[in-house]
């Protein structure tokens, strides 16, 4: 599992960030549907129409994918991706087009966009030496991002092992990024390749670390449920994120917002129930039973991630919080399952 880490973040280092430093968002294909031909690169073709046959299974239960076309092997994520094609030549379909992208382009994929990733047919290899085309594929999720490398070929199709990485920071950084492609506001080109290079290095960072279980992914994701919504509540938890593991007081969050602090207090309540204070007193800590309970990582990496620089004063901390010190609440688990 290791190799795969190390060899994504090789090529992050040498060939991507070298990309955008060269060519800005010139090799960026946002794809926001519909697709416009003359928005592509020179290189990159439109090479088919396909409507979907018919209807969608929605995926209620998944913490990732929103609707699959089983027949046609494609899916609609909840969370937005990013792809890079790597070597050779990629045929992708995002919506209701085919695009045939050559090596050394990077596409943004918004949420809920079908496109032929790997979840109606994983399957995973331990040779990829026979392959021509390679994609390193990045899903971003509120608090962590998903990689994986696709290796295909005219008949064949296959993935790495998909291994999820904390990472809080990246997504409201993509999200800005979209919206600043969206807009196109002046000089949007040039922050747009300054949010990129920051994506990019805050994952190579994350991806230094202990890789996440998968099952742990979605009980990270479900403390941020409103982080995709433009609610007060929304706004808030993207703004924690970005500056994670340090969560910002609620003076600093009006500010930001551009309200008072005491309207901001009163707004939240009346939409969450709960005031503020105990919302953002309560984040590092939901976050720390999560990892505990779900992971088998050091109790002191899982300070050193929740941003504690002192193990023992993380567990007086959480002693405080839970009643229990993390060591005796791993133990309390453990007796409850057997």
């Avoid at 085309?133 to 962590?144: E, G, H, I, R, Y």
Wanted: aromatic share 12%; hydrophobic share 40%.
């Amino acid at each position: 599992m290791r190799r795969y880490t190390e060899e994504i973040s090789f090529w992050v280092r040498s060939r991507l960030l070298p990309l955008i430093r060269r060519e800005g968002v010139n090799r960026l294909i946002f794809c926001q549907p519909p697709m416009d031909p003359k928005s592509l690169p020179q290189d990159v073709q439109i090479v088919a129409h396909q409507e979907p046959s018919h209807q969608p299974t929605i995926q209620r239960r998944s913490w990732e994918v929103s609707q699959i076309w089983r027949k046609e092997k494609i899916c609609a994520f909840r969370f937005p991706h990013l792809a890079y094609v790597l070597d050779g030549v990629a045929e992708i379909r995002l919506g209701t087009v085919v695009l045939r992208i050559p090596s050394d382009t990077l596409l943004l994929i918004p949420p809920n966009v079908p496109i032929d990733d790997d979840q109606p047919h994983r399957r995973f290899f331990t040779s990829s030496e026979n392959f021509l085309t390679k994609v390193v594929w990045f899903l971003v999720a509120p608090s962590l991002v998903r990689t994986h490398i696709c290796y295909s070929d005219s008949s064949r199709h296959f993935f790495t092992p998909l291994q999820f990485f904390f990472a809080p920071s990246v997504y409201p950084l993509v999200l800005t990024l979209m919206d600043e492609l969206e807009r196109k506001q002046e000089g949007y080109q040039d922050v747009a390749t300054s949010y990129l290079t920051a994506i990019f290095w805050q994952i190579l960072r994350a991806m230094k670390e202990i890789p996440l279980p998968e099952h742990c992914a979605s009980s990270l994701i479900q403390i941020f449920p409103e982080v995709a919504d433009d609610s007060l509540p929304g706004q808030i938890c993207r703004l924690i994120l970005q500056t994670f593991p340090n969560i910002p007081s609620v003076q600093r969050l009006a500010e930001f917002i551009g309200v008072s602090p005491s309207h901001l207090r009163h707004t939240f309540k009346n939409q969450t129930g709960q005031s503020l204070q105990a919302y953002l007193r309560s984040l590092k800590l939901r976050m720390a039973r999560v990892l505990l309970k779900q992971t088998d990582f050091p109790i002191a990496l899982i300070a050193r991630i929740l941003g504690f620089h002192d193990p023992l004063y993380f567990s007086r901390w959480f002693r405080k919080g839970v009643g229990f010190s993390p060591s005796d609440f791993r133990r309390l688990l453990v007796i409850k399952s057997s």
